[in-house]
């Protein structure tokens, strides 16, 4: 097989396992880089489809993005960041971060678990 078309393969299935992941994985980077004031088409643009959108009774629209930070097999670290939107364009972003305690891991099971 060529490389061309081993390289073609291997972006084929890159893009695949990107779109059934349920929302973009956005960077705390990526996610401080949208200013205040950028349109709706600018951050989608930008970071990609939300892993989920709420339309609030006020009239905004919140867009939450998740980013998982892993070790592993395991989750060590995951943030929420959730863009507020108001008439097309954002007023207000932040951040939640969950950081799980160490000891709801069982030690035994992390000193004897093969990683993959």
Do not use: W
Request: charged share 25%; with cysteine; hydrophobic share 30%.
């Amino acid at each position: 097989m060529s490389k061309r078309r081993v390289l073609c393969y291997f972006l084929l299935c890159f893009a695949a396992a990107g779109c059934s992941s349920g929302g973009s994985i956005v960077s705390m980077r990526a996610f401080y880089d949208i200013p205040i004031g950028a349109t709706e088409s600018e951050t989608v643009a930008s970071l990609g489809r939300p892993y989920s959108v709420h339309e609030r009774a006020d009239g905004t629209v919140e867009y939450e993005y998740i980013e998982r930070i892993k070790e592993g097999e395991r989750t060590i670290e995951e943030r929420c960041y959730t863009i507020v939107l108001k008439d097309g364009k954002v007023v207000s972003k932040k951040v939640n971060q969950d950081s799980p305690p160490g000891y709801l891991f069982d030690s035994y099971q992390m000193q004897t678990t093969e990683n993959k």
